[in-house]
Structure formats: structure tokens, C-alpha cells
């Protein structure tokens, strides 16, 4: 079965860019899909198809998708943005999530 | 816009069926633009996708759940809802319902968005 890896926790400064990446087979021949949860809460969309924002998400964050890595930079990184990251992707209509990024804003 | 609300017992005893359902406000079920979906995260666990219907009853699910899992959908109701048969401690998850938005036919597309607040569901 297909599998996404993304490290387990990212640090970053307020201000500073946040990288967070997802790995998986040729997953640059897919669309890569973000999604951000805070802590008690619902997950959020943030990226879909690799790099569209949906309306209300801020322009800080970004995304990018080649070869065998999608990454979600959040640029200019404030302590809002603290929370639990997933990327995701389709393999033949199966929904595969990668296991999560903890970002922490400190 | 379209929201979601999950509903259901937050109690279920090993070997027996768990039961959610989630209603749809704010747009119709049969609107056609979404597949309706349910998603689960363990406690302090990841996203694990289980399914999804659509409004003409078409459905498709996890090959890892399959043989215990069965999503349906009534459309006077604006709901749809999800049986997870013979559950253990290992089904003990907050269940969320999602719209995934249908982009195109190729399913390859389509995002998760919105998502319901979530219920949480423990097997003992």
C-alpha cells in the first residue's frame, strides 16, 4: 500500500520560514494536500493540489510538489501557526494521509 | 456554506456496532459536489480515512476496514452515516465526517473541506 512520511516535529522561530515535508513514491506524479490542526480542533484545509490557497488561509502559506517530496512552507511563522500538520494524497481512490508534523513556534 | 455535525453514541462495547451520523446544513446532500466521507484519528494518532458515499448511493472504502465498515446516505434527511461492525479497544477514535469536494471524475483531485467537529467514540 501506499505511504506518506513526514517528520514527526519542525521547530521555528516567530518570523522565521517553516519547512515541513512529505515523502512518498513518485508522489510528485500527484496532487499533495495539506491540512492543519490546532490542538482540540477539526483539521483545516491550508494547501490543495500542491500549491492553491483556499480562501481565508493566510499567503504565508505555501506549497510545492516534485519528484518524491511535497513541502509546506509557512513563511513569516507566527505562534498561531503552532499545531499538527498532514499532508495527503490519492492512491487509486484511497485517501492516504502521512502520519503528521508537529510544528512548534518557539 | 456547507457544514457538518456528527452525532452518535460516545459509548460502545466490544463486538458491537458503532453507529454516527452526520448532518449536512447550509447546502443539500444531493448537490453532487461532494462525496461524503468519514475520516477517524485515534488518540494522539494520525488521520485514517474510512470511506465515502455519494448521493446516488455509490460507495467506496478503506481495503483495511472494508469488511466491517458500511456507509449510507438519506437524502430526505440531508444525512448520511457510518456502521463500523464488531469494534475492539483499536476503534477508540474521535470520528470526523468530511466533504470531499469534487473536483473532477478522476477522484485524484478532490480535497477534504469542510470537515464536522468530531465525535469521539470509545470501545470498553
Known amino acids: 500500500s501506499y505511504g506518506l512520511a513526514q517528520p514527526p516535529s519542525v521547530s521555528v522561530s516567530p518570523g522565521q520560514t517553516a519547512s515541513i515535508t512529505c515523502s512518498g513514491d513518485?508522489?510528485?506524479?500527484?496532487?499533495s494536500f495539506w491540512y492543519q490542526q490546532r490542538p482540540g480542533q477539526s483539521p483545516v484545509l491550508v494547501i490543495y493540489q500542491d500549491n492553491k490557497r483556499p480562501s481565508g488561509i493566510p499567503e504565508r502559506f505555501s506549497g510545492s510538489n516534485s519528484g518524491n517530496t511535497a513541502t509546506l512552507t509557512i513563511s513569516g511563522t507566527q505562534p498561531i501557526d503552532e499545531a499538527d500538520y498532514y499532508c495527503q494524497a490519492w492512491d487509486s481512490r484511497i485517501a492516504v494521509f502521512g502520519g503528521g508534523t508537529k510544528l512548534t513556534v518557539l | 456554506q456547507v457544514q457538518l455535525q456528527e452525532s452518535g453514541p460516545g459509548l460502545v462495547k466490544p463486538s458491537q456496532t458503532l453507529s454516527l451520523t452526520c448532518t449536512v446544513s447550509?447546502?443539500?446532500?444531493?448537490?453532487?459536489?461532494?462525496?461524503w466521507s468519514w475520516i477517524r484519528q485515534a488518540p494522539g494518532k494520525g488521520l485514517e480515512w474510512i470511506g465515502y458515499i455519494y448521493y446516488r448511493g455509490s460507495s467506496f472504502y478503506n481495503p483495511s476496514l472494508k469488511s466491517r465498515v458500511t456507509i449510507s446516505v438519506d437524502t430526505s434527511k440531508n444525512q448520511f452515516s457510518l456502521m463500523l461492525t464488531s469494534v475492539t479497544a483499536a476503534d477508540t477514535a474521535i470520528y470526523y465526517c468530511a466533504g470531499e469536494y469534487y473536483y473532477d471524475s478522476s477522484g485524484h483531485a478532490n480535497w477534504f473541506d469542510p470537515w464536522g467537529q468530531g465525535s469521539l467514540v470509545t470501545v470498553s
Open positions: 513518485k508522489l510528485g506524479d500527484k496532487y
Open positions: 447550509g447546502g443539500s446532500i444531493s448537490s453532487g459536489h461532494y462525496y
